[in-house]
């Protein structure tokens, strides 16, 4: 399951996606989750998905690298869709047992939105799969940058997301190692119920978090040794800037989002 996450990783492959421009890329994203929460009909759903699907073929990331990232989240996916289930109104009822209630309505409320999260998913680790985190950076203290004039920190804001992406593969790495570990020690984290589960974790979770403290300490001292000052005065080896792939690219994130506004 650690093996699963592909949040925060990135996948280098030589490709059309991953020559864009990073801010082309930021922005196509944020066009991309509007567009899919204004959907509400299937010939939405399934513009979406052919806009998707071509994206994931033109990145040349694999569509099974990209799909075993939702095994990490499928908790989550059938607590959503078994909520929406019994707790959505509707005036079809199908079972109707004490507090219990399953419509029609509410079945289709759950397919929606458990599509919805899938498709989320999935279009957001696109980003992240083919933009490095220093170009993630560079992006994002970019667009950010019209902000300081109100005196908000865009540099910052977009070194503390870089970091944050770039320690997710190595804390699960980390949790991977540790999780082997114990488990050589006879540590069981397979059976049991919910509670022997949780606190099979503990063996896991202080030494993962002594890791991520130290990791912590360590990248603050070495940034004070090299002065990191800020944002401020910093230049850039490689500076930012559109080129004709990306200006097609926004051609085509348009078309997106108005044929999911039609559809």
Known sequence: MIR?????????????????????????????????FLVDSIWGYMGV??????????????????????KSIVVILLFTVVLNVFFTPGEHEIIKWAFITITWEGI???????TRLVLLIVGSSLLTLTTSPIQLTDGIESLL?????????????AMMMSISLRFIPILLE???????????RGADFETGNIMQRAKAMIPIMVPLFISAFRRAEDLAMAMEARCYQGGKGRTRLNKLQYKS???????????????CIIL
């Not at 980390?174 to 050589?184: N, S």
Request: hydrophobic share 50%.
């Open 145 to 157: 940058m019209p902000f300081t004039k109100i005196h908000v920190p865009a540099h910052e804001i």
């Open 108 to 114: 289709f409320f759950a397919i929606e939105m458990g």
């Open 4 to 36: 699963d996450i592909t949040i925060g990783q990135y996948y280098p492959v030589d490709s059309k996606v991953h020559q864009l421009d990073p801010r082309t890329k930021i922005l196509l994203t944020f066009a991309y989750i509007i567009a899919l």
């Open 49 to 70: 998905v052919v806009a998707l699907g071509l994206a994931i073929t033109v990145s040349k990331v694999p569509l099974k690298y990209m799909l075993k990232g939702l």
């Open 174 to 184: 980390e949790t991977d190692k540790i999780m082997k570990a114990q488990t050589a």
């Open 245 to 259: 792939v990306d200006y097609v690219a926004f051609g085509f994130g348009v078309l997106y989002v108005v044929m």
